[in-house]
């Protein structure tokens, strides 16, 4: 009897000495499983922190590549825009051109007519203007004598009927203006103010009186 109690007692000890063993492996466990979760925990934690960075990175390649694309698209439009404004602006000046082209050959046409037109009336007018001084101022063409310069013609009036009249200095104008130039207008108003003499210029007389003045 006191056998059987005694291996009861060991029996007893044992199973208290696996439960103490078994709570000891438990802990242990625990702790150990603590420590594992921990680590996970830290690495999925740091995992975490590496993918924000990896799309935080990728974010910033796609912006960037995106960034990229759009300037390079916007650089695209501009040249096209450019281009397509150029050949409409060249387009508008060509035909500007032309047409100012046109108006500037016809005005030189007309300009050339016009004055081939006045060389050849004041050529010509030149010529007729003696034959139209009689029908229109009675003076005979035989009475009148070319100058040229400063005016074109004098005139004798009545020097064929052996009396002269009057003395008539003409201007020929055969453009579309009757103006007189300064050097013109001068001596108009000089024969109108009777500012006008005679010389009768002896050559013999007039060498004696250089002679003279030299000795």
Known sequence: ??????????MMDMLSILLLLLVIVLLVLLLK????????????????????ELQAKNSAIAT??????FNEWRTKELEEQKKLIFQSLESQ??????????????????????????????RI??????????????????????????VDFIAFKGLEEGKVEEIVFIE??????KNLTPRE???KRAVEEKRVS????????EVQKMEKRVM
Do not use: C
């Open 93 to 122: 000046y060509k035909a500007r051109f032309q047409e100012w082209r046109q108006k500037e050959e016809e005005k030189i046409r007309k300009d050339a007519i016009s004055r081939s037109t006045a060389t050849i009336l004041g």
């Open 185 to 187: 207008r001068a001596i």
């Open 125 to 150: 007018g030149e010529q007729l203007a003696p034959l139209l001084f009689f029908t229109n101022y009675g003076i005979n063409s035989k009475e009148v004598r070319f100058l040229g310069q400063p």
């Open 33 to 52: 499983s603590k420590a594992e979760t921990k680590k996970l925990q830290e690495a999925l934690v740091d995992m975490d922190k590496k993918l924000t």
């Open 64 to 69: 960037e590549q995106a960034q990229k694309m």
């Open 198 to 205: 005679w010389i009768t210029f002896h050559i013999p007389s």
């Open 172 to 177: 020929v104008k055969s453009g579309r203006t």
């Open 1 to 10: 009897m006191l056998k059987n109690e005694m291996m009861e007692v060991k």
